[in-house]
């Protein structure tokens, strides 16, 4: 079955410390993305990435940071700097970055602080 | 900036009967692609139906199909033969130049027996 897991499904953070969050396809897409959801709020965009090795920031890049060494693989880092980062994390990728590429999504990753 | 409004945050309906969830954006370009995604319990985002702006006529899958009004700006969902799997968030949102899905803030839909 092809298909974006994402792991862990709960994850703890004390402060100060960083975190990782991962995220994994086997649909051979070349785009992928993380998105942030906050109760009551729509998703916003934290990263992206068109290729391996390439990736830029969204809206709301501050405290957040990625790495795209393989084209199945894109994790999020949540670091320190992050201030409030308890939310559900959403991770999606598409075949490629055109507009008209519909975007499927992980089972997501929720984030609490401890 | 790209707005997208649902202005109804929570609905509900009976089991079998039909409801409308109601979407409007706000853009200046004439080339973008409009999204409805579902979100259940398990908060995992499904895709229920997709739109091409250019495209003159209303996307439908299955129980679901939508009013694409492109000079209103409005893009509501019509679910059919509404079943309790129906039960999620609704999001609905808009791809135009930019990389990102612009999202609305969604719609709670319950379906009761």
């Known amino acids: 079955d092809g298909g974006i897991t994402q792991s862990p499904k709960y994850l703890f953070r004390k402060e100060g410390q960083n975190v990782t969050l991962s995220c994994e396809q086997n649909?051979?897409?070349?785009?992928m993305y993380w998105y942030r959801q906050d109760p009551g709020q729509g998703l916003r965009l934290i990263y992206y990435?068109?290729?391996?090795?390439?990736?830029q920031k969204g809206d709301i890049a501050e405290g957040y940071s990625v790495s795209r060494e393989k084209k199945e693989s894109f994790p999020l880092t949540v670091t320190s700097a992050q201030k409030n980062p308890t939310a559900f994390y959403l991770c999606?990728?598409?075949?490629?970055?055109?507009?008209?590429?519909?975007?499927?999504f992980g089972p997501g990753t929720r984030l609490l602080v401890l | 900036a790209q707005t997208v409004t649902q202005s109804q945050p929570e609905m509900s309906v009976q089991e079998a009967e039909t409801v409308t969830l109601s979407c409007t954006y706000d853009?200046?370009?004439?080339?973008?692609?409009l999204f409805w995604y579902k979100q259940p319990p398990s908060r995992q985002m499904i895709l229920v139906i997709r739109?091409?702006?250019?495209?003159?006529q209303n996307a439908t899958e299955n129980r679901f199909s939508v009013n694409f009004q492109k000079a209103a700006k409005s893009f509501s969902l019509k679910i059919s033969d509404s079943q309790l799997g129906d039960t999620a968030m609704y999001f609905c949102?808009?791809?135009?130049?930019?990389?990102?899905?612009?999202f609305g803030k969604g719609t709670s839909l319950l379906v009761t027996p």
């Open positions: 853009t200046s370009e004439n080339n973008y692609y």
């Open positions: 990435s068109q290729i391996v090795n390439d990736f």
């Open positions: 949102a808009f791809a135009n130049s930019g990389y990102a899905l612009n």
């Open positions: 999606a990728s598409s075949i490629d970055l055109g507009l008209a590429e519909t975007q499927y």
């Open positions: 739109q091409e702006a250019y495209k003159q």
């Open positions: 649909l051979n897409h070349d785009a």
